[in-house]
């Protein structure tokens, strides 16, 4: 679904990110009772350490990122260098940021890389918990998670993502998750926020899945301080009654 733009927006290509695990449960208002004993899909899960350490606390967590069809040495090598570009692009463009989460552009990049260390610690490849595939299609069964979590893809990159590839991608992390999807930041990588999340909850409420936007206690890009959040049970629950006999 999505487009290779020959000039996109800010930071350009998707880039491979390493992001810690307290900054995904502040991004996503995480806390101990949205993780323990849950079933939680992580879409895309890039390189990262939500997953190794949200195991640790009691979650079952399964990474997708279509990169992790690539070999291991390559995947690493990916990301360490999107890491650094990434951390690159917030010193030439430090204007969208605001420097409270990360003080400064050296601690950000620490604490990325101190990320993608615990990420390679757990990654041996592709298996149960790391599996590769892209949205809109995913190789899961309707209602296979209570949470889904998807950061940093869909609305970071409308270059590569349109409204059409939105749509489609959140329907499908929606049929997945039989209680709530939330979706992290809703601007792109120049802080301009989505010009169609109207329309998307709007087309989404006609299926039948309600969202809201919730604020956060984490704003590291500038004015990206709110996540939207799809509750699933309504639709999930009507598309597993029975149809009436006609
Ligand atoms: C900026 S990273 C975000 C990773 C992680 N969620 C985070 O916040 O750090 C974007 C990731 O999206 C992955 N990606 C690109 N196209 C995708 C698609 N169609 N479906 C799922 N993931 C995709 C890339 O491989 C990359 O790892």
Not at 210 to 219: D, G
Request: a negative charge.
């Amino acid at each position: 679904m999505s487009t290779h733009p020959t000039n996109p927006r800010g930071l350009g290509d998707i880039i491979i990110t390493a992001r810690g695990f307290d900054e995904y449960c502040a991004m996503f208002g995480l806390t101990d009772a949205d993780l323990i004993g849950r079933v939680i899909l992580d879409c895309p899960g890039g390189a990262g350490s939500f997953a190794t350490r949200a195991r640790a606390r009691g979650a079952t967590v399964t990474s997708v990122d279509p990169e992790y069809a690539t070999p291991v040495d390559a995947f690493v090598s990916r990301a360490r260098r999107d890491t650094l570009y990434g951390n690159q692009y917030t010193r030439t463009h430090s204007e969208y940021y605001v420097w409270t989460w990360f003080e400064d552009a050296d601690i950000h990049q620490a604490k990325r890389l101190a990320a993608l260390e615990e990420f390679i610690a757990d990654y041996s490849g592709p298996d149960a918990r790391y599996v590769p595939a892209r949205l809109p299609d995913l190789p899961f069964p309707d209602r296979e998670f209570d949470l889904v979590l998807s950061a940093h893809l869909m609305f970071t990159y409308p270059d590569h993502f349109d409204e059409a590839a939105s749509l489609a991608a959140l329907r499908e992390l929606a049929r997945v998750s039989s209680r709530e999807v939330r979706v992290f930041p809703l601007s792109d990588t120049t802080a301009t926020p989505s010009a169609y999340l109207d329309d998307l909850r709007a087309a989404l409420a006609a299926d039948g899945i309600m969202s809201e936007l919730r604020r956060v206690p984490y704003e590291f890009q500038r004015g990206a301080h709110t996540m939207l959040v799809l509750d699933t049970t309504d639709f999930q629950n009507r598309a597993a009654m029975p149809t009436e006999p006609s």
